[in-house]
């Protein structure tokens, strides 16, 4: 019987694959048999090695997505070295924290360009080339505030519940058209984003003490989540956001 988890022949690209949690979606990914291609702007080199081991083709593109200009690039340059393109996952994504009295313009715009803005023009850009091939598979990382509203952190958390209404508003356009649009919801997750946090001790007690697995999760755990929605498995599944929170959000 076929494993519908199976990536194999599946072309995928990860932004922000160099660490955290794009890093450990794209080891998932590659475990499953897809290749790989990582865009972002700083050294892939540990994930390189990562893709060796795994036996992985992987590519890299450099690129800056504080801006959209890179998107067209990212697609053209997917295609033109593995052919294809079957999996997008908008994970890169920047956070900004000062109280909402004192945000600036530039803390706003700089967390909404990345998160938000170039998650939907690279959506788009690789949605016509899903949509003219006859499908494909988008996942959106968004966030415990894309269903809540954090503190000291507003462009974020306008962000990440954005990029879920902007996962549903894909979802109805493209479902019929062979491409879904789900989003991983993650929790609390040991990684550069979360720095932070886990470095004051009285925001890190707090947050683990409402975490019912009771500790801070760890980007190899997001890694099913992300076959499910990059496979076979998950082709009627459209416009959700998929929490994995150590059971953040049941509390
Ligand atoms: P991270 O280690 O800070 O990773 C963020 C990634 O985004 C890095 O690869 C980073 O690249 C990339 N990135 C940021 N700005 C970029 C730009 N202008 N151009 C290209 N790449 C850029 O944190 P993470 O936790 O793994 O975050 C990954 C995603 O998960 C983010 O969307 C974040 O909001 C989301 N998330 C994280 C948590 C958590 O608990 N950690 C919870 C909910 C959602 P550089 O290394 O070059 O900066």
């Known amino acids: ?115 938000l803005k170039t998650a939907f023009f690279l959506s788009q850009a690789a949605g016509r080339h899903m949509i003219a091939t006859g499908g494909g598979k988008i996942i959106n990382i968004a966030s415990m505030l894309s269903f809540q509203g954090g503190i000291r952190v507003p462009s974020y958390t306008a962000s990440k519940s954005g990029l879920a209404g902007l996962t549903r508003q894909l979802a109805c356009e493209w479902a019929d058209k062979g491409v879904n649009v789900n989003a991983i919801a993650p929790g609390y997750f040991a990684t550069n984003n979360t720095a932070a946090l886990r470095d004051d001790p009285d925001r890190c007690a707090s947050i683990l003490s409402r975490i019912p697995a009771g500790r801070w999760g760890t980007p190899a755990e997001l890694g099913g989540a992300a076959v499910f929605l990059a496979s076979g498995a998950s082709d009627y599944v459209h416009g959700v956001v998929l929490p994995v929170d150590g059971g953040w959000l049941a509390r």
Not at 78 to 92: E, H, K, M, P, S
């Open 1 to 115: 019987m076929a494993n519908p988890f199976d990536l194999s022949d599946r072309v995928a690209i990860v932004t922000g694959a160099n660490t955290g949690i794009g890093q450990g979606v794209a080891v998932a990914l590659a475990q499953a048999g897809a290749s790989i291609v990582a865009a972002g702007r700083s050294s892939m080199h540990e994930t390189e090695a990562m893709m060796k081991e795994a036996g992985t083709r992987f590519h890299i593109v450099k690129a800056d997505l504080s801006t959209i200009e890179p998107v067209k690039a990212i697609v053209a340059e997917t295609l033109n070295v593995f052919g294809r393109l079957d999996i997008l996952v908008n994970n890169a994504g920047i956070i900004r924290r000062a109280d909402a009295i004192d945000f600036t313009e530039d803390d706003w715009d700089a967390v909404m360009d990345v998160n």
